[in-house]
């Protein structure tokens, strides 16, 4: 693989990594807070679709129809019964109500499915590819782009066009005002989450269908996204984008320099913008 190609397969792996970020800056931008459970709710996706897939004999895009409002409405539930009650001006009880979420999901899954991996496979898709020129652009990282781009516009529209959308960026700037033009925090609070979640699931899915995946595949996943929601700017959709690309990028071409570089390369590009522009390339630098 030439550096060329390695770019663009890097752009493509950076729609992926787009929509795991993209649940992660949405609750950050509305709610102020981290889901340390995020990449553990996504690896409960893909083993759900693995469950839909092996036991009921769906397709991987048809579990998506079933995942995807499954993991919405889980959402809203934990939102409403977990995270709410654990609101407070300290992070610190979110993230320990996170975390347990997180250690439950691991050895939940882990009890059940042991700690086999799995993959989601999608029979010819798997190795199909579209010839451009000299380059061989797989199928299906095409296909997970495009999907990336048609969620973040879907929820650039929900936050600009509708009456939920725009008290959900009410809420994001001033809870205490948007109360008292009668907005009801607490329910966009449980919207804006489960939308999180939606996202997460359709990522989970997305990701069991390119790359193995075992119970404890949660943290890693949260690694990856949070790198990317700081790199294009928290609480920035679009950035989580262009955050996605840069990682995915730099990723592979570490792997194109050494194939044990990979993952490495990501987290010193990842280090070099928090050092440059701690707010991320899209983000709004904080007054001092």
């Given at each position: 693989?030439?550096?060329?190609?390695?770019?663009?397969?890097?752009?493509?792996?950076?729609?992926?990594?787009?929509?795991?970020?993209?649940?992660?800056?949405?609750?950050?931008?509305?709610?102020?807070?981290?889901?340390?459970?995020?990449?553990?709710?996504?690896?409960?996706?893909?083993?759900?679709?693995?469950v839909l897939v092996t036991g009921v004999g769906l397709p991987v895009w048809a579990t998506l129809l079933v995942v995807v409002p499954v993991l919405?409405?889980?959402?809203?539930?934990?939102?409403?019964?977990?995270?709410?009650?654990?609101?407070?001006?300290?992070?610190?009880?979110?993230?320990?109500?996170?975390?347990?979420?997180?250690?439950?999901?691991?050895?939940?899954?882990?009890?059940?499915?042991?700690?086999?991996?799995?993959?989601?496979?999608?029979?010819?898709?798997?190795?199909?590819?579209?010839?451009?020129?000299?380059?061989?652009?797989?199928?299906?990282?095409?296909?997970?782009?495009?999907?990336?781009?048609?969620?973040?516009?879907?929820?650039?529209?929900?936050?600009?066009?509708?009456?939920?959308g725009r008290a959900m960026r009410a809420t994001s700037d001033d809870r205490e005002a948007a109360q008292l033009a009668g907005v009801d925090h607490?329910?966009?609070?449980?919207?804006?989450?489960?939308?999180?979640?939606?996202?997460?699931?359709?990522?989970?899915?997305?990701?069991?269908?390119?790359?193995?995946?075992?119970?404890?595949?949660?943290?890693?996943?949260?690694?990856?996204?949070?790198?990317?929601?700081?790199?294009?700017?928290?609480?920035?959709?679009?950035?989580?984008?262009?955050?996605?690309?840069?990682?995915?990028?730099?990723?592979?071409?570490?792997?194109?320099?050494?194939?044990?570089?990979?993952?490495?390369?990501?987290?010193?590009?990842?280090?070099?913008?928090?050092?440059?522009?701690?707010?991320?390339?899209?983000?709004?630098?904080?007054?001092a």
């Amino acid at each position: 693989m030439d550096l060329t190609n390695a770019v663009l397969q890097g752009v493509l792996l950076g729609g992926l990594y787009a929509i795991f970020a993209t649940g992660l800056s949405l609750v950050f931008g509305v709610m102020r807070i981290v889901n340390l459970a995020h990449g553990d709710f996504a690896t409960l996706a893909a083993f759900v679709a693995l469950v839909l897939v092996t036991g009921v004999g769906l397709p991987v895009w048809a579990t998506l129809l079933v995942v995807v409002p499954v993991l919405a409405l889980l959402g809203y539930a934990v939102q409403r019964l977990l995270l709410q009650r654990a609101l407070s001006p300290s992070p610190l009880p979110v993230l320990l109500v996170t975390f347990a979420l997180s250690i439950v999901i691991q050895n939940g899954l882990l009890e059940v499915f042991s700690s086999d991996q799995n993959r989601l496979r999608l029979g010819r898709l798997d190795t199909a590819s579209l010839h451009v020129g000299a380059f061989a652009l797989g199928v299906y990282p095409l296909l997970v782009f495009v999907v990336a781009v048609l969620i973040l516009a879907g929820l650039a529209l929900f936050l600009s066009r509708t009456r939920t959308g725009r008290a959900m960026r009410a809420t994001s700037d001033d809870r205490e005002a948007a109360q008292l033009a009668g907005v009801d925090h607490r329910h966009v609070y449980g919207v804006a989450t489960a939308l999180a979640f939606a996202t997460v699931a359709v990522a989970g899915v997305l990701s069991g269908a390119q790359t193995s995946f075992t119970p404890s595949s949660g943290p890693s996943l949260l690694i990856f996204a949070f790198e990317v929601v700081i790199i294009g700017g928290l609480g920035n959709l679009w950035g989580s984008l262009a955050g996605g690309i840069v990682l995915g990028v730099a990723q592979n071409v570490g792997a194109w320099v050494d194939p044990a570089q990979q993952v490495l390369a990501g987290h010193l590009v990842f280090l070099l913008v928090l050092a440059l522009r701690p707010q991320g390339l899209f983000g709004r630098a904080v007054p001092a």
